[in-house]
């Protein structure tokens, strides 16, 4: 398992790794979406022998990172959404066709 910087030493790193990104997603930056990124992820996971280097960091939102990581060990994603975003649920009210305001009842 690889070592994390820890300390004032990983404080400096999370504020340069996120500043590289202007604070923003990386997946949904490359989905054409504005989000703000919450997660220094490493792309190869400490856990599976990944180095705590700058080379080996991505900036991701929350929903990404938990997608990601759930792909990464193995997990089925729960985020309800699908590439671009939108819901994968048919119910869901993005999803129905017709009108989008309640009819008047005769």
């Not at 180095?51 to 080996?56: I, M, Y």
């Not at 066709?97 to 309640?102: K, M, R, S, V, Y």
């Amino acid at each position: 398992m690889g070592d994390r910087i820890r300390g004032s030493a990983g404080v400096k790193a999370r504020r340069r790794r996120l500043a590289r990104t202007g604070g923003l997603c990386e997946i949904c930056a490359a989905r054409g979406r504005v989000t703000l990124a919450t997660a220094v992820d490493h792309v190869h996971p400490l856990a599976l022998g990944g180095e705590d280097v700058d080379e080996n960091t991505r900036n991701l939102c929350s929903n990404c990172h938990r997608d990601v990581t759930a792909e990464q060990f193995g997990f089925e994603k729960v985020s309800g959404c699908d590439a671009s975003g939108l819901p994968v649920d048919p119910d869901h009210p993005w999803n129905r066709h017709g009108p989008t305001t309640p009819q008047a009842k005769d």
